[in-house]
């Protein structure tokens, strides 16, 4: 077991500075071009996401070497933090591209929404470890949905689609490793899926997205612009792609190409190879995260390693298949790839949390187990001496009462 759950933190480690890696050169790729004209310098682009990628890195080194049971202290105050960084954003933060999102700290940004998403899966995973698992509606609702439901609200009001179905995607994975029932499960979806829909009606360029998803070649100049363009960048890298740095399409035809867009470059560029690699890296990354999960005897470290491998690999699914066509737009970033120092920045340090819990999980099960062990061979032993006690006395009582009739059969 101990060699096992080194071989995963090996292969999760790497897998994760491989996409970190990959992530750095196709974000040269995706904004040479525009930044050389836009402020002369091709690297501007490059050289922060690299800030970033280390500054991650040390956090992801700091955290791998924490023990994670002591996170839940952490939990209650860091989940007040993320709800007044939420509120807050909406009321600070200025206004870029028609979305209130990030706090602006001078040369860097900070987006809330992205430590939000951390501290709920921590919040929901000390909650659930010390109870059962909920088996109404109303033991879901209060205090997980409740919660779900204000983080979802505010940032639905950034706009922010994409985190919020990120965020219900990662509490789902943490109530079915919990043990909540598969119909009650169903029943939250349900309801959600129907509060989301209204969300979606609600905004007219929501219902646009939505439109053009289902049919983007019937606008094709407007709505369905950005999904057009990215099915000709990856149908145009054919099996090999065109070659790294080669792409046309990020430099005047996709938007967003260094962000929520950058699969579409990998595509056009690395083609079907190199985009299969992509989707490979993920899908092992899930394989390695979930078999953490089912390995770790702690509960509370199986629920937060489902929750933030659920985190990773729920938010690139909803990228993966926004940028393919499977699924309207939601505006997220593929992480570790993508453009963006703040999920980045938090994603890493999510990974931290789940090498160690690869490997405390099962040390402290099994030092709790040998102190049992300790304790059960100790039960037999007082239970002997508290025999030998009681036996003793019984003795002295014996010999008590028998010089007792001695002396008044002597008088």
């Known amino acids: 077991m101990k060699a096992d759950s080194r071989f995963d933190q090996k292969l999760l480690v790497l897998v994760t500075l491989g996409l970190v890696a990959f992530g750095l050169v196709m974000v040269y790729s995706a904004t040479s071009a525009s930044a050389a004209v836009g402020n002369g310098d091709p690297m501007s682009f490059l050289k922060r996401q ?30 007040l933090l993320a709800l007044g960084l939420c509120a807050a954003v909406l009321v600070v933060a200025p206004e870029i591209n028609g979305a209130r999102r990030w706090f602006l700290l ?12 951390l ?25 997980l949905g409740l919660l779900t439901a204000i983080f979802c609200g505010l940032i639905l009001l950034e706009p922010d689609l994409g985190t919020t179905i990120t965020l219900c995607g990662m509490m789902l994975a943490v109530l079915l490793v919990a043990g909540v029932p598969a119909r009650l499960l169903a029943t939250a979806t349900f309801l959600a899926a129907g509060m989301g829909m209204v ?3 609600a905004e007219p360029y929501r219902r646009a997205r939505v439109f053009s998803f289902l049919d983007p070649w019937s606008d094709a100049e407007g709505s369905g612009f950005q999904i057009v363009q990215a099915m000709i960048g990856i149908g145009s890298g054919g099996v090999t792609g065109a070659g790294l740095g080669e792409g046309v399409g990020k430099i005047s035809y996709l938007p967003e190409a260094h962000t929520d867009m950058i699969f579409a470059v990998i595509g056009e560029e690395l083609g079907l190879v190199g985009s299969a690699l992509v989707i490979g890296a993920f899908a092992t990354f899930a394989l390695v995260g979930f078999r953490i999960a089912l390995r770790c005897r702690d509960p509370f470290g199986k629920l937060l390693a489902a929750g ?11 990228n993966l298949a926004a940028v393919l066509g499977i699924a309207p737009l939601t505006g997220i970033p593929l992480p570790f790839v993508s453009y963006g120092g703040s999920s980045l920045v938090v994603l890493l340090a999510g990974v931290g949390i789940l090498l160690n819990i690869a490997v405390n999980g099962e040390v402290v099960q099994a030092r709790v187990s040998d102190r049992s062990r300790r304790n059960s061979r100790a039960r037999p032993a007082r239970a002997r001496s508290r025999g030998s006690a009681a036996r003793a006395r019984g003795d002295g009582d014996v010999r008590r009462v028998a010089r007792s009739r001695r002396v008044a059969a002597g008088s």
Do not use: N
């Open 199 to 201: 969300a979606i009606w």
């Open 106 to 117: 001078g040369p860097a940004s900070f987006q809330p929404s992205e430590l939000a998403k």
């Open 308 to 318: 933030l491998t659920a985190l990773v690999c729920g938010q690139a699914a909803v």
């Open 119 to 143: 501290a709920l899966c921590l919040f929901a995973a000390v909650y659930l470890a010390r109870r059962s698992p909920p088996r109404t509606l109303g033991e879901l609702a209060k205090p």
């Open 50 to 79: 690299a800030i970033y990628a280390c500054l991650g890195i040390v956090l992801m080194a700091l955290a791998s070497r924490f023990d994670y049971h002591r996170l839940r202290f952490v939990a209650p105050p860091l989940l």
